[in-house]
């Protein structure tokens, strides 16, 4: 990446005190773009969704590993709670979705909480693998809650059969105008296809791993029993580890590296299969080398800038987040590592500017909370309005999840510091209700910056990506008008 006219800015920069200019490119189509990551994971798309309790769970892994990206598991949730989504993660279709599915006698308020879990909007009522009849939240609608689903359950259920190509299922269904229907191998059912999701899997790779199963990682913290803990999750086939604190730049940080590599490294000895280390957060060069040091392949950098976050406000701490990426992904880049943007993306072209700093990926939270795939219930506020709550990682209510198991006296001491928002409501777009839609809005921007900048490949965007500098004013003249002056 270079500055506008060499300029070099006096300051450190936000993703909104920078913009690309477009240059002369051979890049036609977006369609021309890989957004292969270079990282190592096995990522075919730059988005990594960050590990955070409120957003990353088996849903959302399953749902961004389909379209190419990975989901970290986060460090506070049991591991046989891990084990249990990494083998449900692992055991996904990559190109049918896992449907929510009920018994005949489940009560019709329970599966009215459960449809929202995915974005098609419906559960498939069913006996063992054999499909007895469909649900929508209509059919629920003025019903009694405590009625059971055989009694207003579907059986004219349009079905679609396994082994067909995906432009066949989008064909099917638009002919019989429906929007989805579920996916039987004879009798059995093994999933669900949507007109939208057969058209997402001709345009995105599914990010799998040697074995041609879906993606997914998990987070380490650096206290207690670090290398059990490093252990067990590479047992459960996780495809990338995390070892995750607030300040990455730390001795705890630097102790633990090296043992979380020496049992990645037993296991790529085992298995034949290398696990990529990936460390933070850091927002300098100086901890980007000594946490390469230490062991780590990916560094994620970012101190501050997440919606949840208050470390600024609370400590001072932290850089702006352009800048912060731009010097680490440089050291990285020496040393043969790479970088994650974790946090401060609000739109599209704040990914895009990440990926022109040097980023491998970007790491996305509060942006994919408000989604149907997130792991939070499904609410509905005064107005109307459907959302789901998020909250920080070092929120007093994280804190009171991470310590759960501690004594009564050290647990309250804990919970008299805390930094992040505890809760958050994350209202769920009606155009964009799905984790698919926003991964569909952020490659269709990622990939016309890329057109502009003449780049075909994250490394060749990072090459010839040229930023200027701009005014508030500036940022202000490039936001849309939804409505008149």
């Known amino acids: 990446m270079e500055f506008l006219n060499n300029l070099r800015p006096a300051h450190d920069l936000t993703y909104n005190d920078v ?89 019709v308020g329970e599966t009215l909480s459960l449809i929202p879990k995915r974005a098609h909007g419906a559960a498939l009522v069913t006996d063992g693998d054999r499909l007895l009849g469909i649900v929508t939240e209509r059919d629920g609608a003025e019903v009694d809650r405590f009625a059971q689903v055989h009694e207003v359950m579907s059986t004219d259920v349009s079905t679609v059969e396994a082994g067909r190509e995906p432009r066949d299922y989008f ?3 638009a002919a019989r105008h429906v929007p989805f229907a579920p996916v039987l191998d004879g009798d059995a059912l093994v999933g669900l296809v949507t007109r939208k999701g057969a ?46 604190t607030a300040h990455g730049h730390q001795a705890k940080m630097i102790a633990a590296l090296p043992v979380v590599k020496a049992a990645r490294d037993a296991h790529e000895a085992a298995t034949g299969r290398r696990i990529p280390v990936a460390a933070g ?20 950098v970012g101190v501050g800038p997440g919606a949840m976050c208050t470390t600024r406000m609370m400590t001072g701490v932290g850089r702006p987040q352009f800048s912060a990426v731009l010097e680490c992904a440089k050291a990285a880049r ?68 991470r310590t759960r198991d501690a004594a009564g006296f050290e647990k309250a001491r804990m919970a008299l510091f805390e930094e992040g928002i505890s ?58 008008l939804h409505a008149s002056w």
């Open 334 to 401: 020496k040393l043969g590592a790479h970088v994650w943007a974790d946090g401060g993306v609000r739109y599209p072209r704040d990914v895009a500017l990440a990926l022109a700093a040097g980023s491998a990926s970007v790491m996305i939270g509060s942006w994919f909370a408000g989604t149907h795939e997130s792991p939070g219930d499904l609410k509905t506020g005064p107005d109307g309005r459907p959302y789901k709550e998020s909250f920080g990682m070092a929120s007093s209510r994280a804190v009171a999840n």
């Open 199 to 244: 058209l997402r899997s001709t345009i995105y790779a599914p990010a799998v791993d040697p074995d041609g199963r879906l993606i997914v990682g998990a987070a380490v913290g650096i206290n207690g029993d670090v290398q059990g803990k490093a252990e067990a999750l590479l047992a459960t086939g996780v495809d990338v580890l995390v070892v995750d």
């Open 19 to 107: 913009f690309m200019v477009p240059r002369r490119s051979e890049v036609a189509s977006r369609f021309d773009v890989d957004l292969s990551t270079p990282d190592g994971t096995g990522a075919t798309l730059p988005l990594v969704v960050a590990n955070m309790t409120a957003i990353s769970g088996r849903r959302m892994a399953e749902t961004i590993a389909r379209r190419g990206g990975v989901a970290i598991i986060p460090q506070d949730i049991p591991l046989d709670v891990v084990a249990e989504t990494v083998a449900r993660v692992k055991g996904a279709h990559t190109v049918y979705e896992t449907p929510v599915t009920v018994s005949a006698h489940t009560t």
């Open 281 to 300: 957060n850091v927002v300098s060069a100086n901890g980007v080398r000594d946490l390469v040091k230490a062991g780590a392949d990916i560094l994620k």
């Open 423 to 480: 809760t958050s409501r994350m209202f769920l777009d009606p155009e964009r209700p799905g984790v698919e839609d926003l991964i569909d809005q952020i490659t269709a921007g990622v990939r016309s910056s890329f057109t502009y900048a003449g780049a075909r490949s994250l490394e060749e965007f990072a090459d010839r990506a040229v930023v200027g500098l701009q005014s508030s004013a500036g940022y202000d003249e490039g936001r849309p």
């Open 171 to 173: 064909d099917a269904l």
